[in-house]
T-cell receptor
Framework: GENVEQHPSTLSVQEGDSAVIKCTYS??????FPWYKQELGKRPQLIIDIRSNVGEKKDQRIAVTLNKTAKHFSLHITETQPEDSAVYFC??????????WGAGTKLIIKP | DTAVSQTPKYLVTQMGNDKSIKCEQN?????MYWYKQDSKKFLKIMFS???????INETVPNRFSPKSPDKAHLNLHINSLELGDSAVYFC?????????????FGPGTRLTVT
């Protein structure tokens, strides 16, 4: 069945450096790719999303790139800060109502 | 102004008991979801309702039964609780007409089965 692979499972970066999380998906019909951030003990919250008619989207220090041919998309966080520490989930749409979720990446920002 | 709310926040119960979790959204969304997040943090979709109609029912044991009395509410009833049911359960909602939109999650219900 359709799945989304997310790498790495844990990422540790020095404060101020950049972080990149990558996801690959299998369903060529997927057309919506959100990224959610979940801080410890909190709910997942959308931080950025991209649709299949766009190759890149930026929002301040966060950017997402999409390569539909290769079926992968990536989250880029620049100038990382302590508050960026969290678990990040990627997802890909399946049909009209379901998201297929990646397994999550724990991002650790070292001071 | 809570967008998606769940009750209770914590639920500790013994094996074999029956329990319910309630979810309400005041965003006017027409699609609601139940997710299970286990100790490894993996988010697993359980059910999805659109306009009170069940549209997604993943491989969830029959002991789990969702009920949507109206578009703003989606409750989850669990019969004969087992140790493996211990997890955090999240309710979520989204607008769904005309394409894909953000899913808004509730605060979660931490279920512990002893």
């Amino acid at each position: 069945g359709e799945n989304v692979e997310q790498h790495p499972s844990t990422l540790s970066v020095q404060e101020g450096d950049s972080a990149v999380i990558k996801c690959t998906y299998s369903d060529s019909a997927s057309n919506y790719f959100p990224w959610y951030k979940q801080e410890l003990g909190k709910r997942p919250q959308l931080i950025i999303d991209i649709r299949s008619n766009v190759g890149e989207k930026k929002d301040q220090r966060i950017a997402v790139t999409l390569n539909k041919t290769a079926k992968h998309f990536s989250l880029h966080i620049t100038e990382t800060q302590p508050e960026d520490s969290a678990v990040y989930f990627c997802a890909a749409s399946r049909g009209n109502y379901q998201l297929i979720w990646g397994a999550g990446t724990k991002l650790i920002i070292k001071p | 102004d809570t967008a998606v709310s769940q009750t209770p926040k914590y639920l500790v119960t013994q094996m074999g008991n029956d329990k319910s979790i309630k979810c309400e959204q005041n965003l006017g969304h027409d699609t609601m979801y139940w997710y299970k997040q286990d100790s490894k943090k993996f988010l697993k979709i359980m059910f999805s309702y659109n306009n009170k109609e069940l549209i997604i029912n993943e491989t969830v044991p029959n002991r789990f039964s969702p009920k949507s009395p109206d578009k703003a509410h989606l409750n989850l009833h669990i019969n004969s609780l087992e140790l493996g049911d211990s997890a955090v359960y999240f309710c979520a909602s989204s607008q769904s007409s005309g394409g894909w939109y953000e899913q808004y999650f509730g605060p979660g219900t931490r279920l512990t089965v002893t």
